[in-house]
Nanobody, 117 residues
Framework: VQLQASGGGLVQAGGSLRLSCTVSESILSFSITAWYRQAPGKQREEVAS???????QYIDSVKGRFTISKDNFKNVLYLQMTTLKPEDTAVYYCKARKVRPIVREYWGQGTQVTVSS
């Protein structure tokens, strides 16, 4: 399984970006897919997740600004980010998790998001 993240870049505060994560097999085979981020000197944190059935969760700091979604036909996971803040600057990673027959997790390579003030 391969995950390819893209869409990062440099944007001014208040701007928007959309991240994409292309999955090499059916995204429906994963129980949950998610976006994480890691800022310099900080631990990696889960930003948003979406289950196979479409239920979503977000960390408090991005609620109302970020939207996670997926295209089950194109096998792509998205993260629409709006009203970006400098504190959103980080490397963003996508992750996909299977639970059958055993629990396995797969990570994308990361895409840099830099928000200037």
């Amino acid at each position: 399984v391969q995950l390819q993240a893209s869409g990062g870049g440099l944007v001014q505060a208040g701007g928007s970006l959309r991240l994409s994560c292309t999955v090499s097999e059916s995204i429906l085979s994963f129980s949950i897919t998610a976006w994480y981020r890691q800022a310099p000197g900080k631990q990696r944190e889960e930003v948003a997740s979406i289950t196979g059935g479409g239920s979503t969760q977000y960390i408090d700091s991005v609620k109302g600004r970020f939207t996670i979604s997926k295209d089950n036909f194109k096998n792509v996971l998205y993260l629409q980010m709006t009203t970006l803040k400098p504190e959103d600057t980080a490397v963003y990673y996508c992750k996909a998790r299977k639970v059958r027959p055993i629990v396995r997790e797969y990570w994308g390579q990361g895409t840099q998001v830099t928000v200037s003030s």
